[in-house]
């Protein structure tokens, strides 16, 4: 769908005007008058009806020929004076920011310039220092377009003295709310994932910058809706790289950075990472390996439903996922693994149990021998008695002899007892 932007009045630039907008700029006459022929063979192209995206073509042609940071090629060596001496800085920076501000001024008010183009065109604005209502005009023409953009040129350097990164994560944040801010009829699913599966290889490259803050890195994070992600491995990867550049996270942002993740989209790869992954908590781990196992709970579920034994209320059932073949050799060899784990588990069990018996057997025995040995020891080899002497009593023991075994068995009585002689 073509949108019409409306270019304010002190954007726009009419052909007559090119040299009093260089005025202020120190231009040789070749250059303004380049432009100024330009504006004017562009405006005659423009009545004969010639589409906007031809337009856009031409502007973008003209625009690499003068500055070759716009171009897709490798940027050409510094322009040279007719003279032949090296143009200055200060020269090539004024000659930068008048023919930026001028494509902006000149742009077809619709969405046929190319996104990228776009971006290399506010790139060049933010490192010339441009005046903001020209900036803010390319950023509003990006954001409608930013499911468009490749990370090649998203990924724009900061040219700002307060800024501590490398790369300018503040103004992608303004692209993605501009984007987000956008009515429902001008953005797409299509278009909202593409947007987010960006975002987070952008994270990614941001987070090897020491200098990024966490705050930043989660508001970035945060700024597209859960359902924007199909999954989550790209987010994942972007937030254990930051951890890796930042050792010194503590153990409560780490939980809050890992809230960012939905552990039920990860892939299994993703998951197998994160679970043996040291620098995530303890929690976040745990919590995916419990989405593993739901996930292998609901394939054995669905593949017994397949087999005939359907669940009496299939409306309940979850749709069934398409899995490439590398996910179900990788889900059959973890199935596999569980089940040797098990099986080696339940060994172990019986082993135990085992001996566990035989131990309460031979304890068993040993009782049981004892209740048998013990009187059979008291009525065969020790017998009681008991003696009187000098006021005192007391059970003594004495040796049995056969005779005396004899006579007890004979007579059926204990026999007589010895009396302590007098003498």
């Given at each position: 769908?073509?949108?019409?932007?409306?270019?304010?009045?002190?954007?726009?630039?009419p052909?007559?005007?090119?040299?009093?907008?260089?005025?202020?700029?120190?231009?040789d006459?070749?250059?303004?008058?380049?432009?100024?022929?330009?504006?004017?063979?562009?405006?005659?192209?423009?009545?004969?009806?010639?589409?906007?995206?031809?337009?856009?073509?031409?502007?973008?042609?003209?625009?690499s020929?003068?500055?070759?940071?716009?171009?897709?090629?490798?940027?050409s060596?510094?322009?040279?004076s007719?003279?032949?001496?090296?143009?200055s800085?200060?020269a090539?920076?004024?000659?930068?920011?008048?023919?930026v501000?001028?494509?902006?001024?000149?742009?077809?008010?619709?969405?046929?310039?190319?996104?990228?183009f776009?971006l290399?065109?506010?790139?060049?604005?933010?490192m010339?220092?441009?005046?903001l209502?020209y900036r803010?005009?390319l950023?509003?023409?990006?954001?409608?377009?930013?499911?468009q953009?490749?990370?090649?040129?998203?990924?724009?350097p900061?040219?700002?003295?307060?800024?501590?990164?490398?790369?300018?994560?503040?103004l992608v944040?303004?692209?993605?709310?501009?984007?987000m801010?956008?009515?429902?009829?001008?953005?797409?699913?299509?278009?909202?994932?593409?947007?987010?599966?960006?975002?987070?290889?952008y994270?990614?490259?941001?987070a090897?910058?020491?200098?990024?803050?966490?705050?930043?890195?989660?508001?970035?994070?945060?700024?597209?809706?859960?359902?924007?992600?199909?999954t989550?491995?790209?987010?994942?990867?972007?937030?254990?790289?930051?951890?890796?550049?930042?050792?010194?996270?503590?153990?409560?942002?780490?939980?809050?950075?890992?809230?960012l993740?939905?552990?039920?989209?990860?892939?299994?790869?993703a998951?197998?990472h994160a679970?043996?992954?040291?620098?995530l908590?303890?929690?976040?781990?745990?919590?995916?390996?419990?989405?593993e196992?739901?996930k292998?709970?609901?394939?054995?579920?669905?593949?017994?439903?397949?087999?005939?034994?359907?669940?009496?209320?299939?409306?309940?059932?979850?749709?069934?996922?398409?899995?490439?073949?590398?996910?179900?050799?990788?889900?059959?060899?973890?199935?596999?693994?569980?089940?040797?784990?098990?099986l080696?588990?339940?060994?172990?069990?019986?082993?135990?149990q085992?001996?566990?018996?035989?131990?309460?057997?031979?304890k068993?025995?040993?009782?049981?021998?004892?209740?048998?040995?013990v009187?059979?020891?008291?009525?065969?080899n020790?017998?009681?008695?008991?003696?009187?002497?000098?006021?005192?009593?007391?059970?003594?023991?004495?040796?049995?002899?056969?005779?005396?075994?004899?006579?007890?068995?004979?007579?059926?009585?204990?026999?007589?007892?010895?009396?302590?002689?007098?003498?």
């Amino acid at each position: 769908m073509m949108k019409k932007l409306t270019i304010p009045e002190s954007i726009a630039v009419p052909a007559t005007s090119t040299a009093k907008l260089a005025s202020k700029y120190w231009l040789d006459d070749a250059c303004i008058l380049d432009m100024d022929h330009f504006i004017k063979n562009l405006s005659s192209i423009k009545a004969k009806g010639v589409r906007p995206d031809l337009i856009s073509s031409i502007i973008a042609n003209y625009a690499s020929k003068w500055l070759p940071d716009l171009s897709t090629d490798e940027p050409s060596k510094t322009p040279t004076s007719s003279e032949g001496s090296p143009e200055s800085v200060t020269a090539s920076w004024m000659k930068k920011r008048f023919f930026v501000e001028t494509l902006v001024g000149i742009l077809p008010p619709d969405d046929s310039v190319p996104c990228n183009f776009l971006l290399r065109l506010l790139r060049t604005a933010n490192m010339v220092g441009v005046e903001l209502n020209y900036r803010a005009e390319l950023e509003k023409r990006i954001s409608w377009q930013l499911d468009q953009a490749s990370l090649k040129e998203l990924m724009i350097p900061s040219f700002s003295h307060t800024c501590g990164t490398l790369l300018d994560v503040e103004l992608v944040l303004r692209l993605v709310h501009r984007f987000m801010n956008l009515d429902e009829g001008s953005k797409s699913g299509s278009a909202l994932v593409k947007v987010a599966k960006m975002v987070d290889s952008y994270l990614a490259e941001a987070a090897l910058d020491s200098n990024l803050q966490m705050l930043e890195f989660i508001t970035l994070a945060g700024a597209l809706p859960s359902h924007a992600r199909v999954t989550d491995d790209g987010l994942y990867r972007a937030i254990d790289t930051y951890l890796k550049v930042h050792p010194g996270v503590p153990k409560q942002e780490r939980k809050i950075l890992f809230r960012l993740i939905d552990s039920q989209k990860l892939s299994p790869e993703a998951s197998f990472h994160a679970a043996q992954n040291e620098r995530l908590p303890v929690r976040a781990v745990i919590q995916v390996l419990f989405s593993e196992q739901t996930k292998l709970n609901r394939q054995f579920e669905w593949s017994g439903s397949f087999n005939g034994a359907r669940s009496p209320k299939p409306v309940l059932e979850p749709p069934v996922r398409c899995l490439s073949k590398r996910d179900l050799e990788n889900q059959q060899m973890e199935i596999k693994k569980l089940r040797e784990d098990v099986l080696r588990l339940q060994t172990q069990c019986n082993s135990m149990q085992g001996q566990i018996e035989r131990l309460t057997e031979k304890k068993k025995g040993f009782l049981r021998w004892r209740k048998l040995a013990v009187p059979l020891f008291q009525s065969v080899n020790v017998v009681g008695r008991f003696e009187e002497g000098e006021g005192e009593g007391k059970l003594g023991f004495e040796r049995q002899t056969p005779v005396n075994m004899k006579t007890k068995l004979v007579h059926g009585r204990t026999p007589t007892r010895w009396r302590k002689s007098m003498s």
